[in-house]
């Protein structure tokens, strides 16, 4: 069971740093310790042993988190929070963690009177210190949901879905259409579609705007399966593509390719981001280059580590993040390339299948 493993690392933790045990309230970290789905629940991780940990939930998800969270004592009844911080403290705790980053200011008073005489200790960022090297189930649902969104432009492309005359609305409809076809809950953000002058805004969101001959369109999407999200970006020319743009893409793969290059265990975060900029930058583009190179991705599309000029911290096998350098010639166009990847020790693992060469349909 990846969860129980979860919590064991967890546990570690907690005892490293002296706490008793950390009170988890952000959604995404009790679903990542527990396996629960639902829109309300939390979980109290004890550092000594795995059954004096709690989960906590409200009536309407008894039936679920019995199936969902078989392997936790359980109690239903709200709010989660005060409830398991007063069970905590009941259970002996003297130090209770809480997420920090995830409580309101009302909500820190009713957790200082529910721990009476017991010490509330800010521990922010625990669980998602653990959560940026992914576990083997985390890979997998990575790589499904990579796969539907390979599939889903493959089909777009095959089908004739890029074609002159249609709008970026209806494009990007297409696209997510199809990642429901091959498995995915949803589309992991909005989907960019832009076409011509519109690929050199970075985020720009699909309009009624049509493809016409010539232009770049970009397309930058993901789907959501098992929680997790895929993120990738490729762009394409309809039509013919002029000389400007075969440089401009040819400039964008070089800086691709280079930054998935050093992508390694020990590289450092910074040292990613600049093998790939000096690319650009070298060939007189820096400025056009306005955003970080990549993130990391598992159960949000933007999460830790940031990768960045400012990133800190060394790469670990088992991060899952994306490299996607763009280049944007404004009023003219842009080119932006991304890929999904795990590091691993050697080569990194690709997971966005798609080719990388310029495509025209
Ligand atoms: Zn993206
Ligand atoms: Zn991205």
Redesign the pocket.
């Known amino acids: 069971m990846p969860h129980a493993t979860r919590r064991a690392a967890l546990r570690a933790t907690l005892r490293e740093t002296g706490l008793d045990a950390l009170l988890v309230t952000n959604l995404l970290n009790v679903r990542y310790l527990t396996g629960f789905t639902g829109s309300n629940g939390a979980v109290l991780v004890a550092a000594e042993s795995d059954d004096r940990s709690v989960f906590c939930t409200d009536g309407r998800y008894t039936e679920q988190s019995a199936q969902q969270v078989p392997d936790l004592e359980r109690v239903i009844d709200r709010p989660c929070d005060v409830v398991l911080a007063r069970w905590a403290v009941k259970d002996g705790a003297g130090r209770v963690g809480f997420e920090s980053g995830h409580v309101t200011v009302d909500g820190l008073d009713l957790l200082v009177e529910a721990v009476g005489g017991g010490e509330l200790v800010r521990a922010p960022g625990v669980v998602e210190g653990l959560r940026v090297v992914k576990d083997d189930a985390e890979v997998e649902a990575l790589r499904m949901a990579c796969a539907a969104a390979d599939r889903a432009l493959a089909g777009l492309i095959e089908h004739g879905g890029l074609r002159v005359g249609r709008t970026e609305k209806e494009i990007a409809r297409e696209l997510e259409n199809r990642m429901l076809d091959h498995g995915a809950a949803g589309p992991s ?1 909005d989907s ?1 579609v832009a076409a011509g002058a519109h690929s050199a805004v970075p985020h720009h969101r699909p309009t009624d705007a049509v493809v016409r001959a010539g232009d770049f369109v970009k397309l ?3 789907a959501l399966v098992d929680g997790y999200h895929s ?3 490729r762009t394409l020319v309809v039509g013919q593509a002029a000389d400007w743009q075969r440089d401009l893409y040819e400039l964008v793969a070089a800086a691709q390719a280079a930054g998935r290059a050093v992508l390694a265990p020990g590289t450092p975060i910074a040292e990613v981001d600049r093998a790939s900029r000096e690319v650009i930058e070298e060939a007189g583009y820096g400025a056009q280059f306005p955003h970080g190179l990549g993130h990391g991705v598992g159960l949000e599309i933007h999460e830790a580590p940031a990768l960045s000029k400012a990133g800190a911290g060394t790469l670990l096998p088992g991060m899952a993040v ?1 490299v ?1 350098p763009g280049v944007y010639l404004a009023g003219k166009g842009g080119v932006r390339i ?1 890929d999904t990847l795990v590091v691993r020790q050697g080569a990194p693992e690709l997971l966005t299948l798609t080719t990388k060469e310029l495509v025209v349909v």
């Open positions: 953000f960019i930058d999407f993901g993120d990738m970006t994306t996607e991304e």
